[in-house]
């Protein structure tokens, strides 16, 4: 009988998943996003985003005092990520204080990798612009030169389409869609996004509700309020959907299993939440882009958002007043 009868702890369902093997599968949903960046903006978009990842790995390697670089891949993940949000002219300074900076204050002050109240990559960012904001607006935006490898792009910069109705009538659509438009690496190409995005929701590591959520409320919001800049009401919801950050982070940041709800019901919320921060600071705020913000501010309501949508226990009877 011995070996027959194991006792053990919940919880008693278990996957072959880990923690490394879903690091890896978002790194591979967002290998398009990277392509598409180098195609555009040639050998400084891949330098960035190397030491982007390289930088956030080490750090926290030697925070934790191990020799494994790679480790659980969460810190290659943030790297990469925070990369994304930057011009590919960022200097490699900027790229390192902000993969070192969503490492540590970020991710391992909270107590490491599943304890983090925000998304880290986002918390780098956010650093970046509080202190080196004239880096991150403004016509610094690198116009892109596709399959031009070995050209400096950051000789003719520009500002990027939601910086103003001028802006954004000088691109169209299909340019936002495909990638052929001025933006940090990881926010010019919406196909390549949609491509990763829908791998991930495929491999069953994001909700639908969440990116649902969050594009849908930035349509919505951008027809009704954005007074036709684009256009018609129409199109110019489906302009800010394309523009900025909406696509990035509705896929790969919002939807961190960390710092997102756990309930159905939470999780668009949640979505929905950062879609309208992000249009609020998109119409009404000083900045043009409002993605980091709409995120964060989500990331801190979590833990009350699940506890006001956990579902009624089976039997449950509520309680007469």
């Known amino acids: 009988m011995n070996g027959k009868l194991v006792l ?40 960035n985003m190397a030491i982007g990842v390289v930088t956030a790995m080490a750090v926290e390697a030697i925070w934790l005092r191990k020799l494994d670089l790679f480790g659980d891949g ?50 780098g960012r956010a650093i970046l612009l509080a202190s080196w904001g004239a880096r991150l607006a403004g016509p610094v935006w690198p116009v892109p030169k596709p399959f031009n490898f070995g050209v400096d792009i950051s000789a003719v910069t520009t500002a990027t389409p939601l910086a103003g109705q001028a802006e954004a009538l000088k691109v169209t659509l299909g340019q936002m869609f495909v990638g052929n438009v001025a933006g940090a690496l990881g926010e010019t190409s919406a196909l390549a996004l949609l491509i990763g995005g829908f791998w991930l929701l495929y491999k069953g590591h994001i909700d639908w509700r969440i990116p649902g959520g969050y594009i849908a409320t930035v349509f919505i919001m951008g027809a009704v309020f954005g007074g036709g800049a684009y256009l018609n009401p129409l199109t110019t919801g ?75 226990k089976f039997g449950e009877v509520k309680k007469s007043a």
């Open 8 to 47: 053990s702890s919940s919880p008693h369902i278990r996957t072959i998943e880990s923690v490394r093997s879903v690091m890896v599968d978002v790194l591979v949903a967002l290998f398009p996003v990277a392509l598409v960046a180098v195609l555009l903006f040639g050998h400084q978009a891949l330098v």
């Open 74 to 123: 969460s810190a290659a993940v943030t790297g990469l990520l925070l990369a994304m949000t930057l011009p590919a002219s960022a200097p490699w300074w900027l790229v390192v204080v902000g993969a070192a900076a969503a490492i540590i204050i970020g991710k391992q002050v909270f107590g490491g990798t599943g304890n983090n109240i925000f998304n880290p990559a986002l918390v």
């Open 238 to 312: 489906l302009f800010h959907v394309l523009a900025g950050g909406v696509m990035l982070g509705a896929f790969f940041m919002a939807t961190d299993m960390v710092t997102s709800p756990v309930t159905p019901a939470g999780k668009l919320v949640f979505g929905v939440g950062c879609g309208l921060f992000t249009m609020l600071v998109r119409l009404f705020g000083a900045y043009p882009e409002g993605v980091t913000f709409g995120i964060l501010i989500m990331n801190a309501l979590t833990p009350i958002i699940d506890n006001l949508t956990i579902p009624r």
